[in-house]
């Protein structure tokens, strides 16, 4: 199955697009080639970019706050509910901690290293342009794969206890929603939220060879769906007429 997810706040957007551009940096430093390295400080400048826009560290913090976990009423349920239920409330303080102790400056380093300033002033935001204009970028480049690809676990250091944090969060979000089977009459669904909810997150589940794409819009009062029908990348799709058989999931915390 394929899950479409819409965050419902700019501050989940921001967490989700951290975790996606992290799960990139994993990727990319996998690799052993000059393009792999290139491609690393590319989603490293855009993670930068990022993080450099808000306080992300006290909006994580205020993020977990929230995050506690199934009350006990709950956790009594399963042995295996309760072991999660102490895990969820260990790591949060863990991280809290962890959070609370890292000095402000720590988060300073990328943006005061006169190399990346550079590599993204010359090559682009995404650091993967030329290097022609920048001799230091390409010598540096042509250095051993293993020094390149430590240096930037180095730089990515002080965002350890985030990127946890992030991870814990999001997974608390996903994992408090439940999915439900619905039908999307001639391709169109729309549903009102539920006000008194915090909710966080929609996410919709279709068959992964499926022909068909959901295009997800969400206010503060109402979700819309318009599911697509792709044709192919050189084809503009066109809303399906078909009812539509999907799952979809409102996650709240």
Not at 27 to 40: E, M, V, Y
Not at 82 to 103: C, D, G, M, S, Y
């Amino acid at each position: 199955m394929t899950v479409f997810e819409q965050p419902l706040n700019e501050r989940i957007r921001a967490f989700m697009r951290l975790q996606q551009l992290f799960v990139r940096l994993d990727h990319h430093l996998n690799g052993l080639s000059r393009c792999d390295i290139q491609a690393s400080i590319g989603v490293l400048l855009d993670a930068y970019d990022l993080t450099s826009r808000s306080n992300l560290k006290t909006e994580v913090l205020k993020e977990l706050e929230r995050h506690n976990p199934p009350d006990a009423k709950r956790a009594e349920d399963e042995e295996e509910t309760k072991v999660q239920f102490q895990l969820t409330r260990e790591n949060i303080q863990l991280l809290r901690n962890e959070l609370h102790a890292q000095p402000v400056r720590s988060y300073q380093q990328l943006q005061n290293n006169e190399f990346l300033n550079s590599v993204k002033q010359r090559c682009g935001i995404s650091g993967t342009g030329s290097t022609n204009d920048l001799p230091l970028y390409h010598f540096w480049l042509d250095r051993d794969v293993i020094e390149c690809r430590n240096t930037i676990i180095e730089w990515m250091e002080p965002y350890k206890h985030l990127r946890e944090a992030i991870d814990l969060i999001l997974e608390n979000i996903r994992r408090n929603g439940k999915f439900q089977e619905i039908t999307a009459e001639r391709g169109f669904y729309q549903s009102s939220l539920r006000s008194e909810k915090s909710l966080q997150l929609v996410r919709v589940e279709i068959p992964e060879h499926a022909d068909i794409f959901p295009e997800i819009s969400a206010g503060i009062h109402r979700i819309t769906i318009r599911f697509m029908k792709y044709v192919s990348a050189n084809e503009k799709p066109a809303q399906s007429l078909e009812d539509i058989n999907f799952r979809i999931a409102f996650c709240e915390l």
